[in-house]
Nanobody
Framework: VQLVESGGGSVQTGGSLRLSCAAS????????MGWFRQAPGHEREGVAA???????RYPDSVKGRFTISKDDAKKILYLQMNRLEPEDTAMYYC???????????????????WGQGTQVTVSS
């Protein structure tokens, strides 16, 4: 599975960005996909994830500001990010898991395919 992210950039505090992730294929009918981010000196963390039953998980830090969605026909995963804050500055990665995840949707170690990442920078 190849994943290609797009949509990153630089915005001011309070701005919005929409990330997209195009997948080359799905390995099975049951899978999970997510968005993760990593800032310098920090561990990679999950910011949004969804499975084939459209169960969605967000951490508290982005709940109410970020929205994940997917277009199965186009094999594209989206992340709408609103009310961005400087703390959201990071490299954002799209990830795919061949497994059906639920409570562990936001665990990066559960994902076996990763995109190259797209940079998001939020200035104050």
């Amino acid at each position: 599975v190849q994943l290609v992210e797009s949509g990153g950039g630089s915005v001011q505090t309070g701005g919005s960005l929409r990330l997209s992730c195009a997948a080359s294929r799905f390995t099975s009918s049951m899978y999970s996909m997510g968005w993760f981010r990593q800032a310098p000196g920090h561990e990679r963390e999950g910011v949004a994830a969804i499975n084939t039953d459209r169960i969605i998980r967000y951490p508290d830090s982005v709940k109410g500001r970020f929205t994940i969605s997917k277009d199965d026909a186009k094999k594209i995963l989206y992340l709408q990010m609103n009310r961005l804050e400087p703390e959201d500055t990071a490299m954002y990665y799209c990830a795919y898991s061949s497994a059906y995840l639920d409570n562990n949707l936001l665990s990066p170690e559960r994902y076996n395919y990763w995109g190259q990442g797209t940079q998001v920078t939020v200035s104050s």
